[in-house]
């Protein structure tokens, strides 16, 4: 089982966007589709806490902080998860961390920085 991988951070200014991408080299289909995803954020000197996450019956959750502002979504056919970051504030700052849960199973991706400048 390979590690997910996250890319699509960077630096922007308040009100700006970004779109955060995770994907697991050579995992199949139903493996993916099978999966729980969840994107998480570290802030320096904080815990990680969860942001959004898309579970396999598609009921999605988000946290409070980022309802209304954030979607994460699935491709199937590029096996991609996808967190949209819109209206993004100084306190999104941090690491985010891609999460595949399956079978009593967590893998935790690097991280991808996001830093909001005010």
């Known amino acids: 089982q390979a590690r997910p991988v996250e890319s699509g951070g960077g630096l922007v200014q308040a009100g700006g966007s970004l779109r955060l991408s995770c994907v697991v080299p050579r995992i199949i289909l139903s493996t993916f589709s099978g999966s729980t995803f969840g994107w998480y954020r570290q802030a320096p000197g904080r815990e990680r806490e969860l942001v959004a996450r898309s579970p396999v019956d598609g009921n999605t959750h988000y946290a409070d902080l980022v309802k209304g502002r954030f979607t994460i979504s699935r491709d199937n056919k590029k096996k991609t998860v996808y967190l949209q970051m819109n209206s993004l504030k100084p306190e999104d700052t941090g690491v985010y961390y891609c999460?595949?849960?399956?079978?009593?199973?967590?893998?935790w991706g690097q991280g991808t920085q996001v830093t909001v400048s005010s």
């Open positions: 999460q595949q849960s399956r079978s009593g199973n967590d893998y």
